[in-house]
């Protein structure tokens, strides 16, 4: 009796909570709750280039959402090959079963890959696709009896999500220091930023390389035998547009070979065609170990990240008796259905459209204008690669953030365009099937916004 009372009172509150008028139970992550809910930023629908706000403003995306949308929104093929895939299966167990478009994905996304990165493994972030590397990593010199080899290298300025080994390596302090003692073993290699030495690059900065042969010391400190992996994203996003100086992802290779260390690219960012190719790694001509994922695989629309391993690294696993797990790791939606569809339709639409060759030769365009905002009150530098800017304000006298925050807000409110607050920097990321009039049209909202907060 009591528990049928407890289901209809239950029931009562579900049918009367039908409109977001309130405002209080959603806890936003990685965002100002107090600030943001006395002035929200309500999106309700997008289409292409643009999201449309609660009071039907169009909005021109200059972030694809949040590094993720690069096909643009809401694209038909997409679209209908999520809904098509919901009505055929909803979901499969991905332990022990699996469905066909898990197949086919993961051998669309091995062949986008450079050299021997062949074997995929799902999951549903980036966030897990960064934990489910390094766990890969040190399972990997376990199987081949070094399990000696447990130290993970990140890197200072580094973004590898939130789970406790992404912060470990991660190197972006307000993200670690409330979390505990986070992973033992880990240490860091510098950013490889010199405002000094870079400021105002299109591109790969010349000055800088050198910060590869950090590496080098850590190894002396540590010896190789300890070391599992080194991870770093080729272009560090999150913490403001860093391109790799030239060079450098090289150098890192090279030291990595010499001592038998595991190299992972984080591409949450760079992956599917941010950097103008399939992963920054074909830009830069290095084939990393693995390669982690997520974001533009399904432009966005539904959650999937993953792993991209070397076929020497997976069939290292593929030993002793067959039935039993290789690879104790997994998530529940692992290679999820609807993922998978919206996967394979996204990847149809990159190639259908080239739209990674778009984003290599809109590059230069994008570069231009971005520099045009060089002469703007505060703004201290402006870095660009492919179709990714960051632009570094001053911050405010006494209060960190505030004014890329303000440019943020008014960026949206008033100037319609979407543009991402990072700490002291404006990053802007807009879909790569962005026209050089909406390039254009992006940069000078965001030099609009700039001024009136200066
Ligand atoms: C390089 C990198 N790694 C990992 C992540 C985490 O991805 P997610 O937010 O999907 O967990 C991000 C997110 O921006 C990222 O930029």
């Not at 050198?210 to 560090?236: C, G, Q, Y």
């Not at 459209?353 to 505060?378: H, I, Q």
């Amino acid at each position: 009796m009591v528990s049928d009372m407890v289901s209809d009172m239950a029931q009562t509150r579900l049918a009367t909570v039908t409109a977001p008028n309130d405002l209080e139970s959603y806890w936003l992550p990685f965002t100002p709750n107090r600030s943001f809910k006395r002035s929200p930023r309500l999106i309700v629908r997008a289409k292409d280039m643009h999201y449309y706000s609660a009071d039907n403003r169009a909005v021109l995306d200059g972030a694809a959402g949040l590094w993720c949308t690069n096909a643009g929104h809401n694209r038909d093929p997409i679209v209908a090959a999520i809904k098509r895939a919901a009505e055929q299966l909803d979901y499969s167990p991905a332990f022990q079963f699996a469905h066909p478009a898990a197949f086919e994905l993961a051998g669309r996304v091995a062949a986008l890959a450079p050299g021997d990165l062949n074997r995929v493994f799902f999951c549903n972030s980036g966030s897990e696709a960064v934990d489910t590397a390094l766990k890969i990593a040190l399972a990997y010199h376990n199987v081949r009896g070094q399990g000696s080899r447990t130290r993970l290298i990140g890197r200072e300025r580094g973004y590898h999500g939130v789970g406790f080994g992404g912060i470990s390596v991660g190197g972006i302090v307000n993200n670690r220091k409330f979390f505990g003692s986070l992973l033992t073993g880990v240490d860091h290699l510098p950013a490889t930023y010199s405002r000094e030495h870079q400021a105002f690059t299109k591109g790969e900065p010349q000055w800088g390389a050198h910060f590869a042969d950090e590496l080098e010391r850590l190894v002396t400190l540590h010896d190789a035998s300890t070391i599992a992996a080194v991870v770093v994203e080729p272009m560090a996003g999150s913490t403001g547009v860093l391109p790799p100086p030239q060079g450098y992802l090289q150098r890192l290779r090279a030291i990595c070979d010499r001592h038998g260390i595991l190299l992972i690219f984080d591409e949450v960012i760079t992956g599917f065609g941010r950097l103008g190719y399939s992963f920054a790694a074909e830009r830069y001509g290095v084939v990393p170990d693995l390669i982690t994922f997520a974001k533009g695989i399904t432009s966005g629309a539904v959650p999937m990240g993953g792993v991209i391993a070397r076929d020497g690294i997976y069939e290292a696993f593929m030993h002793g008796p067959e039935h039993v797990v290789e690879l104790f790791h997994g998530y529940t939606y692992s290679a999820h259905p609807l993922a998978c569809a919206a996967g394979l339709a996204t990847l149809g639409l990159y190639r259908d459209e080239k739209l990674f060759a778009r984003a290599k030769a809109l590059e230069p365009r994008f570069a231009d204008a971005a520099m045009t905002l060089k002469s703007l009150p505060n703004v201290l530098d402006i870095r660009s690669v492919g179709l990714a800017a960051g632009i570094d304000l001053a911050s405010r006298a006494g209060a960190p953030g505030l004014r890329t925050y303000q440019v943020m807000e008014r960026a949206f409110q008033e100037e319609g365009v979407m543009v991402r607050a990072a700490g002291e920097t404006i990053a802007l990321s807009p879909p790569l099937i962005a026209s050089e009039a909406q390039i254009d049209e992006i940069f000078d909202k965001v030099g609009r916004a700039i001024k009136a907060v200066a």
